[in-house]
DNA sequence: TGATTACTTAGCCATATGGCTAAGCATGAT
DNA sequence: ATCATGCTTAGCCATATGGCTAAGTAATCA
C-alpha cells in the first residue's frame, strides 16, 4: 500500500500543517505576496516560501511572478479530491452505522471499555 | 503559527497516508482484527500498529482487546471537524470566486501564464 | 550608478515518519 | 505443561519535515 491517489496523499499532508492551513484562509481573502503572507506567521520568509511550495505542489494555490513580487492566489477547484473522498468515506461509514453499533454494544458488554 | 487546531492537524496527518486511508476503507466494511487489517498491506505487524495508533490518536478509529485479539473499529464522528474546516473554505473560496477570476485573467494578460 | 526590496538558493540542524527485525508477553489450543 | 497465535515493545535505519542563517539574484528607486 503506498502507490494510489498520490493526489489525496499531497492534498491531506499540505492541509495537516496549521501555518499552511492559514495562509490558504488567508488566501481566501484575495491573492496576496510572499512577504505579505509571511508576516502574520512570525515565520522567515525561506520557511514559508517551502510552505507555499507544498501549497503548490498540492495545486491548493497558483503563483505568478509580477517584477520583483510574487501573488499567490487560491486554486478553489483543488479540494475536490479531498470532498470526493470524504463524502465516500462517509456513505460508506454511515452505511454501516447499525452494524457498528452493535459491535460498540457487544463490546461494551462484553469488556466494559476499551483496551 | 504553530498551536491552533491540534485535532484539524492530527486528523489531516492521518488521512495524508494511503496505507492509513486503506484501512480505514476497509474498517468502513466493518471492524476487524489487527492481523486480518494488516494482511492486505504487505506490511509487518509492528507497522501497522503504529498506523493504527496513528489512527486512534485523531480518533478515527477505536480499538478494543477481546481475549489476545484487537479488534479495530471506525468512529464516524470523527470526520466532523474536516468536514467542518472544508465547508468553511469553500464557502470563502466560492465567495471570492469573482474577484480570483478577475485576478487570473489580469495575470494571464500580463505574464502570459505562471512564473 | 548604487542602494533597497523581494525573493531565491544552499545548506545546516533537530525531530518526526515509515519501514524493519528481534524479543517479549499474554491467551487459546493440544 | 507446552506450543502456537496475536499482539506488543524496543530499538535501528533512512528519509522527510519544519525551522533557521547566510549568501545570492533580479527589479525598483534615488
Given at each position: 500500500m503506498a502507490k494510489h491517489d498520490p493526489d489525496l496523499s499531497l492534498l491531506f499532508h499540505a492541509l495537516s500543517d496549521p501555518t499552511r492551513r492559514a495562509i490558504l484562509t488567508r488566501l481566501a481573502g484575495g491573492p496576496a505576496a510572499v512577504t505579505d503572507l509571511a508576516a502574520p506567521t512570525g515565520l522567515r520568509l525561506p520557511t514559508v516560501m517551502r510552505h507555499l511550495a507544498v501549497l503548490e505542489e498540492a495545486g491548493l494555490i497558483a503563483s505568478a511572478k509580477e517584477g520583483r513580487v510574487r501573488s499567490c492566489a487560491i486554486?478553489?477547484?483543488?479540494l475536490a479530491p479531498v470532498h470526493g473522498w470524504l463524502d465516500d468515506q462517509r456513505a460508506l461509514w454511515e452505511g454501516r452505522l447499525d452494524r457498528l453499533d452493535d459491535y460498540v454494544m457487544r463490546l461494551m458488554k462484553e469488556t466494559g471499555h476499551d483496551d
Open positions: 486554486v478553489p477547484e483543488a
